[in-house]
């Protein structure tokens, strides 16, 4: 096997010829997490465990077995790959298919289960020809503990007469669509708790289906008149509505709750489309619904936790496509950044670019889960 390389005199040089991606595409999977391939540098949240490795990071809740695949760059398909789990210490993670550390299926999907959270610099090594081969890729798996955010979501009707009866019931489809925020969550070691349901009915607003903000001629915030009832303590909590004014989600939390108007902090989510004063209802494609609704429930819990938008001076980035925190979606742009067309992606970031900024997602929004419940809250 010969490999060409041309190199540049004075410039270091990283060969990759292999590549680690997510196992699948499409929507988001709990056994199926995103990588963060940003570039084969790591820069990690202070306190993270380092090890040598180049290449991208995977976040993996312990007790979590998930899929990985190797991707061959410009690599010839008979050369028998092996992967391994480096050896030293206790270990966070196993190998655990395929059984032996190889040869790896065609598909290049091979399964890694993590055992603990501990302090073991531990790499995944692809291996040419055995499991003691020469290695020619590395990954670093993060390795979290479990860490809940314990969520009430509230149905709202809301009636434009005073008397009610005007407006209608939003469908919701909640397992389904907690299931996936929690798949998005996961790589992060978040775990979404549903604390029960209550259902809020509201009378005299300006619309049946939606509250409106303060826009054009209208002054008054019904979405904070919304939030102000069906409060619980301790929770986040999550108001479903039909529609929702100029957008389909808003996540606010207790440090811009007051300018947003809101006596309470939460998350707003639109199921069915938004509207607007001069557009009037634009519906969620219905074949999109579910996967809408979900990213944006993770997106927006992501703001109530703190978490600001992703790449905003380059929304047609790629790798801004593909993170949760994308300002839009479905993407205005016809592109598939993974998870189909249109569809923003859920990648939650690990590494901390320091020109990116709020990068670093991950270990953001474990530390303000571990704050005190007057302040995550
Ligand atoms: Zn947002």
Redesign the pocket.
């Known amino acids: 096997m010969t490999i060409r390389v041309h190199a540049l005199e004075g410039h270091p040089h990283v060969l990759t010829p292999l590549r680690f991606t997510r196992a699948i595409s499409g929507r988001p999977r709990l056994d199926a997490p995103d990588l963060d391939d940003r570039g084969w540098a790591m820069p990690r949240p202070p306190g993270w465990v380092e090890s040598e490795a180049r290449g991208p990071m995977i976040g993996i809740t312990v007790g979590d077995t998930i899929r990985l695949r190797v991707e061959r760059e410009d690599f010839p398909l008979n050369a028998s790959l092996f992967v391994t789990a480096s050896a030293g210490g206790a270990p966070q993670f196993k190998i655990a298919e395929p059984e032996g550390g190889g040869a790896l299926p065609s598909d290049g999907v091979f399964r890694v289960e993590a055992l603990e959270d501990n302090d073991t610099a531990q790499t995944i090594e692809i291996r040419l020809g055995s499991t003691e081969g020469p290695i020619l890729a590395e990954a670093e798996p993060h390795v979290f503990e479990p860490l809940t955010l314990r969520v009430v979501p509230h149905l709202c009707t809301i009636h434009s007469s005073a008397s009610g009866g005007s407006g209608k019931t939003p469908e919701v489809q909640l397992s389904r669509w907690f299931a996936e925020a929690r798949s998005i969550l996961r790589p992060a070691g978040i775990h979404l708790r549903l604390d029960g349901m209550t259902r809020q009915s509201y009378l005299g607003f300006n619309r049946d289906d939606l509250p409106r903000r303060p826009s054009g001629t209208f002054s008054g915030n019904e979405e904070a008149t919304l939030v102000s009832q069906g409060y619980v303590e301790n929770r986040c909590n999550v108001w479903f509505m039909r529609y929702m004014e100029d957008s389909k989600g808003i996540g606010v939390n207790r440090d811009n709750m007051g300018s947003e108007g809101f006596e309470n902090p939460g998350v707003l989510i639109a199921v069915d489309g938004q509207w607007s004063a001069t557009q009037g209802v634009e519906v969620t494609d219905a074949a999109s619904r579910d996967q809408v609704v979900a990213n944006d429930l993770a997106?927006e819990i992501g703001?109530f936790l703190g978490l600001s938008?992703a790449g905003q001076d380059y929304a047609d980035d790629p790798y801004h496509q593909r993170n949760l925190m994308h300002?839009r979606n479905p993407l205005s742009e016809d592109v598939d950044a993974g998870y189909g067309p249109k569809m923003r992606g859920a990648l939650v970031t690990l590494k901390v670019y320091p020109n990116e900024e709020g990068d670093g997602q991950a270990a953001r929004l474990r530390d303000r889960l571990r704050q005190p419940n007057t302040a995550k809250y």
Do not use: G, L, N, Q
């Open positions: 997106h703001h938008h300002s």
